[in-house]
T-cell receptor
């Protein structure tokens, strides 16, 4: 079973920051949090991942709470092309498996 | 990151037949993962394929229905057997990238069973 919960949908105005929350209250100490997005039935696209420190790359920032029970993906300046389903995933320890949850459908509007 | 070529991209099959999906990676990888995505749903892991050993199936998926081959470190096939309309889904393969430890996904195979 998925170890994450996300809101089913969110809206964001173009040019504004999109903050996508994720709860993973049962995460183990050695399990990573991954974020992917899927645009209209294409293969999921890797965004970012982290263990306990905040992470940033050219696509997004990942903020993980100190107790690691939740995280937030931040798209600093959302564009229309960021409209997609965003998945927060916990990589299962010792198996390397990614178990997908239901995701958040982000709609960026002009 | 790894580049995956997945074939076919789509197919329409008659019920009772089988479809074999191929996944070719441009680098050697230890594990390959097969997923199913039913219409409007999230991805569900079917199995993990290791080279030289039998695939490990997730709960609800069995080898007779979803036989997997993994003949070498760059290639795998998933067969969906005895097709029924309920098998109409997108099937995707995935590998772990050695570069950034993210996972790369193929573009998927859209299967329609009629």
């Amino acid at each position: 079973d998925a170890k994450t919960t996300q809101p089913p949908s969110m809206d964001c105005a173009e040019g504004r920051a999109a903050n996508l929350p994720c709860n993973h209250s049962t995460i183990s100490g050695n399990e990573y949090v991954y974020w992917y997005r899927q645009i209209h039935s294409q293969g999921p696209q890797y965004i970012i991942h982290g263990l306990k420190n905040n992470e940033t790359n050219e696509m997004a920032s990942l903020i993980i709470t100190e107790d690691r029970k939740s995280s937030t993906l931040i798209l600093p300046h959302a564009t229309l092309r960021d409209t997609a389903v965003y998945y927060c995933i916990v990589r299962v320890a010792d198996t390397d498996k990614l178990i997908f949850g239901t995701g958040t459908r982000l709609q960026v509007f002009p | 990151s790894a580049v995956i070529s997945q074939k076919p991209s789509r197919d329409i099959c008659q019920r009772g037949t089988s479809l074999t999906i191929q996944c070719q990676v441009d680098s050697q990888v230890t594990m390959m993962f097969w997923y199913r995505q039913q219409p409007g749903q999230s991805l569900t892991l079917i199995a993990t394929a290791n080279q030289g050993s039998e695939a490990t199936y997730e709960s609800g998926f069995v080898i007779d229905k979803f036989p997997i081959s993994r003949p070498n470190l760059t290639f795998s096939t998933l067969t969906v057997s005895n097709l029924s309309p309920e098998d109409s889904s997108i099937y995707l393969c995935s590998v772990e990238s050695a570069v950034n430890y993210g996972y790369t996904f193929g573009s998927g195979t859209r299967l329609t069973v009629v």
